[in-house]
């Protein structure tokens, strides 16, 4: 960002004098200090145009960044931060790539019990069981071992994000899903 400003800084100082110069041209009738302004015209397009240079390039970085996918770790350390205990195993995600067309973020994981309490301290939780009936929480997905399953969710956001865990019994496979309604 400094090179631009500074780019950016060179070619106002430029086009600065060469208004200076080419009034004072006029005024004086001078062909030397015509000649002298068109020198510090060119001197500032050359410098706009490192300014314009150095923008795109750093904004084409940034797009590009931006549309990169995510890996299940990354999404995992941005929702709940890094890992205390190494014990965290990614299975299946899906990231929201786009946050207003994209419904929501969808993690399966095995962890460990100590994790899933670091993890459910963030946030307050409501805390339910439900009966495992064998059915994965998502098509396609492995379903969670077990005759039940321990279900903690959070809506915040003035009602417009639902998170929630399904847990297996022992704490140690976990579904989890951040939607926007």
Request: glycine content about 6%; proline content about 4%; overall charge negative.
């Amino acid at each position: 960002m400094t090179e631009i400003y500074f780019w950016g800084k060179i070619s106002v100082a430029f086009f600065t004098l060469f208004l200076v110069a080419l009034i004072l041209s006029m005024a004086k009738r001078q062909l030397k200090i015509i000649y002298f302004s068109l020198i510090l015209f060119l001197g500032g397009l050359c410098s706009g145009a490192f300014a314009i240079y150095h923008f795109i390039s750093k904004s084409y970085k940034n797009i590009r960044e931006m549309g990169r996918e995510r890996t299940g770790e990354e999404v995992y350390a941005a929702l709940f931060g890094p890992s205390v205990i190494a014990c965290v195993e990614i299975i299946h995600y899906q990231d929201q790539i786009i946050p207003q067309i994209d419904d929501g973020i969808r993690l399966f994981c095995h962890t460990c019990p100590e994790e899933m309490q670091r993890v459910l301290a963030l946030e307050p939780y409501e805390k339910k069981v439900e009966k495992n009936d064998g059915n994965p929480v998502f098509a396609d997905w492995p379903a969670l071992p077990g005759d039940s399953l321990l279900v903690f969710s959070n809506t915040s956001f003035d009602g417009q994000r639902l998170r929630c865990f399904y847990l297996s019994p022992d704490s140690t496979k976990v579904y989890y899903t951040d939607l926007l309604d």
